[in-house]
Each structure stands twice: as structure tokens, then as C-alpha cells.
Antibody, heavy 119, light 110 residues
Framework: QVQLQQSGPGLVKPSQTLSVTCAIS??????????WNWIRQSPSRGLEWLGR?????????NYAVSVKSRITINPDTSKNQFSLQLNSVTPEDTAVYYC?????????WGQGTLVTVSS | QSVLTQPPSVSAAPGQKVTISCSGS????????VSWYQQLPGTAPTLLIY???KRPSGIPDRFSGSKSGTSATLGITGLQTGDEADYYC???????????FGTGTKVTVL
């Protein structure tokens, strides 16, 4: 049974960098059959897929067009976790951020982190 | 913002059936598997259906999924008060090269 535990600040100032980490138990970030995603949810934007990282002989990333210039998702094999960094945030980036495992079907979700962008 | 379109709400009496549609295009639903998620208030979504019509273990057969062309449908039979939630479809979009979700549908049990 995979479990995903998120951690990160709940308040970020405009123009700064949002960072959230997802610790994995019950699976490996280096798994050849899993993908590790970041998804956010807000009343104005609904559920929005942000990107993913996955290992298939080498590390790969896919990012949503809407955030591609500002996002980085990195795996950390030493700690079996992965992280989200979103640069130059604005109040529009205020949302609940979820980490999640899955490819087409997302079968495990973190508990969610409410991140508010405000000065 | 969402690429996939769902009705905002559906409702029915306990024991009845509801269906939720999810409309997309050839770059997403038309050529990729569809998943469905249930989100109870204040919680993360959970997977109900994957690969168009498969149920993860523990999901009752009251929930079913189907796909035809560029649309998909979630069916819920024997509606229960515990089914009141928001439901989302999701898939991959080959043109965007990214995941996409539906606009979400609120199910109300009358």
C-alpha cells in the first residue's frame, strides 16, 4: 500500500518560489512502472495536472504548458521522494497542491497542501 | 481551463441511477484511456475507474465506465447518500503531452 506524505510551507510571497516535497513509502521513486505527479486544485481552475517525473532507464519529465516555463519536478532517490518547485508565483497559483502516483490512472494521492500566495 | 467537459451537476433519488458524461477530442479521450475519480468534501480524489472501464480493488460494481469515440461516461447504480461527491474524468492529451481533467460534476442524492 503506497503512502504519500507531503510537506511544505502554506504561505508564499508573490514572485517567490513555491516548494513542496512528497515522501514515498510502499513504492520507489525509481520504479520502472510508476510515474510521480503534481496536481493542483482551486475553485477557479478546477483540477489541474502540473507535471510528472518517471524513470524508464533514464529520468523523464513532462510539464503542463500553462506552467512549463516556471516548474521543476525533481526526484530524490536517496530519500525516496520527489519535489515540486514553481517559480515567480502570483495569487493565481493559490491552490491545494497534491502529489500523486500513476500514469493514466492516478491510484494514490497525498493529503494535499494548501498553498496561499500573498504578501 | 479544463480540456474535458462535464455537466456541472446531476441528481437522483436513493437507489436510482445516474450517468456522467465527459466530452473531449481525438487528442485526448479519442486515443487514450480514461479514468474517473471521486472526491468527497475536504479530501483528495480517489480512483474509481481506470483504463476506461476497470475498477480498482475495493470499488463496488455499482460504478462503471465506458468510452465511445471522444466521449466517456461514468455510471452509478443503486445511488446511496455516501455517493454525494464531486466526480472528475481524466486522461492524457497527446497534443499537449500532458494530463488533463474534466470540469467536474457534483452528484446530489435527493
Amino acid at each position: 500500500q503506497v503512502q504519500l506524505q507531503q510537506s511544505g510551507p502554506g504561505l508564499v510571497k508573490p514572485s517567490q518560489t513555491l516548494s513542496v516535497t512528497c515522501a514515498i513509502s510502499g513504492d520507489s521513486v525509481s520504479s520502472n512502472s510508476a510515474a510521480w505527479n503534481w496536481i493542483r486544485q482551486s475553485p477557479s481552475r478546477g483540477l489541474e495536472w502540473l507535471g510528472r517525473t518517471y524513470y524508464r532507464s533514464k529520468w523523464n519529465n513532462n510539464y503542463a504548458v500553462s506552467v512549463k516555463s516556471r516548474i521543476t519536478i525533481n526526484p530524490d532517490t536517496s530519500k525516496n521522494q520527489f519535489s515540486l518547485q514553481l517559480n515567480s508565483v502570483t495569487p493565481e497559483d493559490t491552490a491545494v497542491y497534491y502529489c500523486a502516483r500513476g500514469d493514466i490512472g492516478i491510484d494514490s494521492w497525498g493529503q494535499g497542501t494548501l498553498v496561499t500566495v500573498s504578501s | 481551463q479544463s480540456v474535458l467537459t462535464q455537466p456541472p451537476s446531476v441528481s437522483a433519488a436513493p437507489g436510482q441511477k445516474v450517468t456522467i458524461s465527459c466530452s473531449g477530442s481525438s487528442s485526448n479521450i479519442g486515443n487514450n484511456y480514461v479514468s474517473w475519480y471521486q472526491q468527497l468534501p475536504g479530501t483528495a480524489p480517489t480512483l474509481l475507474i481506470y483504463d476506461n472501464n476497470k475498477r480498482p480493488s475495493g470499488i463496488p460494481d455499482r460504478f462503471s465506465g465506458s468510452k465511445s469515440g471522444t466521449s466517456a461516461t461514468l455510471g452509478i447504480t443503486g445511488l446511496q447518500t455516501g455517493d454525494e461527491a464531486d466526480y472528475y474524468c481524466g486522461t492524457w492529451d497527446s497534443r499537449l503531452n500532458g494530463g488533463v481533467f474534466g470540469t467536474g460534476t457534483k452528484v446530489t442524492v435527493l
